[in-house]
């Protein structure tokens, strides 16, 4: 489902890259907003510092965050991106992303 593993360091910012599938299928979502829900093991929402498409052409989304934001006493934590059309509102990937973070 994604361009990068489900194991992340403590301390990772990225930018990581993340391609959206419909159907096992890339898609163009030129004209979609984006954005992206994670939450930590307890279900603080964690926002990233950066979302958008990185290609939207072909469904490809990229997301950066703080360095103190991905710690191992906070995983797992969960990841949606919200993509709306117009009023139409999808989440991806269905079950959510599950991001595990290692220590250095």
Not at 14 to 31: E, M, Q
Request: glycine share 6%; hydrophobic share 45%; proline share 6%.
């Amino acid at each position: 489902m994604s361009d990068w593993t489900e194991l992340l360091t403590e301390g990772d910012a990225g930018p990581f890259l993340f391609t959206l599938l419909d159907a096992g299928a890339t898609f163009n979502a030129t004209g979609m907003t984006l954005a992206m829900i994670m939450k930590d093991k307890d279900g603080t929402a964690v926002a990233p510092t950066a979302v958008g498409w990185s290609d939207a052409t072909v469904s490809k989304a990229t997301f950066t965050l703080a360095t103190t934001d991905l710690t191992n006493a906070r995983a797992p934590y969960t990841v949606h991106w919200k993509v709306t059309n117009g009023t139409q509102v999808v989440h991806y990937p269905k079950p959510a992303l599950i991001l595990r973070v290692a220590k250095p």
